[in-house]
């Protein structure tokens, strides 16, 4: 045990807590020593769950005050289970300081992260805290009850139509005043009552409880027992749904947390089984750094997830404070700014060779190279490639052949290689075009570090990108051609200034898979008639 931990055992076990607890109720105790007080005593519960529970069971001299005729162990009986935070609800509404107010809430907002059963007594007191008249113990009390309500053991207690109405009779002041420049917003929009702000909430959640969508990482953040596994389940599915869809995520974090159930699992597997779940996700850079802060978790805390905000900002690498804060305070039309000029995506052209030879199985098989461990992709497997602007078909490929011999360390000649398309692929700020060639190995050639031959199948399971599956999907109608035409070549070369094939467009009756405009859906219904 370390000192600290020995001092406030001794605080605590000589009546600390209900000393600090009466110096909030007693009459003649200033603001500035309440303040003090309510430090202590916020300290103490971060300190552990039962010291939160002890300050909720301890009973100052306010609980004794309140039944002056009842015996001992009658009064002990009549105080409320959570009177410590109902004291600090006492302070938080009737304080005339916002230090006081501040330093209250958080005490509040700390115990309310424990027992329960003191969550719910906490929760069922505040509410009839809502009618003090201090705009801002108003906005501290709703904050808090915000934290409880998304809770399940307080959904049974949200406010009712009885307790709203009781609310409405008392006005409270306003948080903000009314500016009466023309560019305001409306007072329409503004809340006036604190009891019609705790119902609109009361209802929004309800609606959410029953309406809510059922994803993976919420059922298990509400059915895992371990609070570090339930820490690790929601860290990697708010990774995976940065810049991501919610639809796209589900298959891949239903698979990541089969594959690794826990820090511990995720810290032990390779950079490249992580790229490789990864594939066609996107932003690969945060699968790197999931996978670092696994490692940090396990090597440097003892596999002990963080717990608050700042240890999250400052010991996972990837988190910043979007990720870390319970909310985006930014959340809902608070200005109306002038929408910033887009800027268009670059465009980059990068000359690809599928290289292929005979394995040993008779299976045909391509050459990998992997990319740098820092930049776009970094990590992942892609075909022999070169950025190159001139478009020029001989050029090209000389400047492709003489990239193949680097690599290979062979002599081999541009006129080898076959021109087979383009294959356009989007990042989100690069417009990138595949100049896609083939070319046929028959003798054997040295392998390095950096590349590997793969087959279709072990190609297709490979920690390699989206734009390489296309050009993976564009050369497969080319495997068993030895070269072009005459005829077939000039196709080619008109296909590469911009022509496009187009699909057939479907007909209303045969595009039920596809969204259709409001005419279009009457013309089809009327047709189907």
């Known amino acids: 045990m370390f000192l600290r931990d020995q001092y406030l055992g001794e605080f605590v076990g000589h009546g600390g807590v209900v000393t600090l607890l009466e110096v909030l109720t007693q009459p003649q105790s200033n603001e500035e020593t309440k303040a003090e007080a309510l430090c202590l005593l916020l300290a103490i519960s971060d300190a552990g769950r039962k010291y939160k529970e002890l300050i909720c069971q301890s009973c100052g001299a306010c609980s004794f005050r309140a039944a002056p005729l009842l015996q001992p162990a009658q009064q002990q009986q009549h105080c409320c289970v959570s009177a410590g935070a109902m004291a600090a609800a006492e302070c938080l509404t009737h304080s005339g300081t916002g230090e006081t107010q501040e330093s209250a809430w958080m005490l509040l907002e700390s115990c309310s992260h424990g027992n329960p059963k ?18 801002k113990a108003q906005q501290f009390v709703l904050h808090t009850l915000h934290t409880l309500q998304n809770k399940p053991e307080t959904w049974c207690m949200n406010m009712d139509e009885a307790q709203a109405e009781s609310l409405r009779t008392c006005k409270v002041s ?16 503004f809340f006036h009552d604190a009891a019609d702000v705790a119902l609109l909430r009361s209802r929004l ?13 919420r059922t298990l953040a509400l059915t895992e027992p371990d609070v570090n596994i339930r820490t690790y389940a929601v860290w990697v599915s708010e990774i995976m749904l940065q810049q991501t869809q919610v639809a796209t995520v589900i298959d891949y974090y239903n698979k990541w947390m089969k594959r690794w159930p826990t820090v511990q699992d995720l810290a032990t597997a390779t950079l490249e089984d992580v790229n490789q779940m990864w594939a066609g996700l996107g932003y690969y850079s945060r699968g790197k750094r999931l996978h670092e802060g696994a490692q940090k978790v396990v090597s440097q805390l003892q596999g002990e997830m963080p717990r608050t905000v700042d240890a999250l900002l400052k010991q996972l690498p990837g988190v910043g404070r979007y990720t870390a804060e319970p909310w985006d305070d930014e959340l809902g039309v608070q200005n109306f700014p002038r929408k910033p000029a887009k800027k268009p995506p670059r465009a980059e052209r990068s000359l690809t060779c599928v290289v292929i030879r005979q394995g040993e199985g008779g299976e045909h098989e391509f050459l990998l190279t992997q990319r740098p461990s820092k930049g776009l992709l970094a990590g992942l497997w892609e075909f022999p490639c070169i950025n190159h602007e001139e478009k020029n078909a001989v050029e090209e490929k000389k400047v492709l052949c003489a990239e193949i011999n680097r690599i290979l360390g062979t002599s081999l000649t541009h006129g080898l290689l076959q021109y087979v398309g383009e294959v356009v692929h989007i990042f989100s700020h690069i417009h990138q075009t595949y100049v896609v060639h083939t070319l ?6 040295s392998q390095s570090e950096n590349m590997q031959w793969l087959t279709p199948s072990a190609l297709q399971e490979a920690a390699v990108s989206t734009g390489v599956k296309k050009i993976m999907k564009l050369c497969n109608s080319a495997l068993g051609q030895q070269g072009a035409p005459d005829g077939e070549e000039k196709r080619l070369k008109k296909d590469r200034k911009g ?10 009756a045969n595009s039920r898979s596809r969204q259709l405009s409001l005419s279009s859906f009457f013309q089809t219904v009327k047709q189907d008639c």
């Open 499 to 508: 022509q496009i094939t187009k699909r057939p467009r479907l007909s209303g």
């Open 205 to 217: 959640l309800a609606w959410y409880d029953q309406e809510k969508r059922e994803l993976p990482w």
């Open 174 to 189: 306003r948080a903000e005043e009314e500016s009466s420049h023309a560019s305001s917003p409306s007072a329409y929009h």
């Open 440 to 445: 046929r190995l028959k003798d054997a050639v």
């Open 118 to 135: 003191y969550e719910g007594e906490i929760y069922k007191g505040l509410i009839g805290h809502l009618t003090c008249t201090s705009a």
